[in-house]
């Protein structure tokens, strides 16, 4: 795992890991500051360090209808960058810190 601090968790190399956790309840825990209201509807957002997920992050965090719990990714391990757009895993980890919900980053392997 990379990243400071508890922001980013690392699972399984496989996109099932990350979804039997979520089913699990482990973001449970992790329900963003964004909402107060009740019935909130706690989700995680898929993640591509891109423009329009981060306006999407934010016009879900200004909303009172939903509760951003996490911020899922794949990341090319063998590059340590974001599989959809090559960023850089630092830079999604800052994004991560500054908007608040954990990160996890389901590890995948480099194209052949």
């Known amino acids: 795992m990379r990243g400071s601090?508890?922001?980013?968790t690392r699972c399984a190399p496989d996109i099932a890991a990350c979804s039997a956790f979520a089913k699990?309840?482990?973001?449970a825990d992790a329900v963003a500051p964004c909402s107060e209201a009740?019935?909130?509807k706690p989700r995680p957002v898929v993640m591509s360090g891109g423009?329009?997920?981060a306006w999407t992050l934010h016009t879900l965090q200004q909303g009172d209808d939903v509760g951003v719990v996490a911020l899922?990714?794949?990341v090319t391990a063998e590059y340590d960058r974001?599989?959809?757009h090559g960023i850089r895993c630092d830079l999604l980890h800052a994004q991560a810190r500054s908007t608040?919900?954990?990160l996890v980053e389901a590890a995948i392997p480099a194209p052949l």
């Open 38 to 40: 009740a019935d909130a």
């Open 82 to 84: 974001i599989a959809t």
């Open 24 to 27: 699990a309840g482990v973001f």
């Open 5 to 8: 601090g508890p922001v980013a």
């Open 72 to 74: 899922l990714t794949t």
């Open 100 to 102: 608040g919900p954990r």
């Open 51 to 53: 423009k329009d997920a």
